[in-house]
């Protein structure tokens, strides 16, 4: 599970098995599973005046903050990403990592779906 630092409520992680790399079940993420929609979430409403729906909402409501409707701007990987495993070449999306929206939001994992990952 993910949550942005402006969302309203937290998503899921959506990774596509084309790594064919599962941990605890799910498919595992690398660091280049940042795509909006395909794999990071709608946070339900966004709350920043740096979104320029939000913005124009707030401006239309006379500066009360009115949130909107998330839609994730995500356009650099996750970081730091795992120095010890890699999935489809690119390092792991572990608990530590952090995603930004370009709108300022800072992404982070909630809840790992794996705790740990056995690495042969």
Request: charged share 0%; hydrophobic share 50%.
């Amino acid at each position: 599970m993910l949550m942005c630092s402006f969302g309203t409520a937290p998503g899921a992680l959506l990774v596509l098995p084309a790594n064919r790399v599962t941990a605890g079940g799910t498919p595992a993420a690398n660091i280049m599973d940042n795509i909006p929609i395909v794999n990071i979430p709608t946070f339900v409403m966004c709350m920043t005046p740096s979104n320029p729906m939000v913005a124009s909402a707030t401006a239309a409501a006379m500066g009360v903050l009115t949130p909107m409707p998330c839609i994730p701007a995500t356009a650099a990987p996750w970081a730091p990403g795992s120095l010890a495993v890699l999935i489809g070449s690119m390092p792991a999306v572990t608990s530590a990592c952090t995603l930004m929206c370009s709108y300022g939001g800072v992404i982070t994992v909630t809840t790992p779906a794996a705790v740990t990952v056995m690495v042969t």
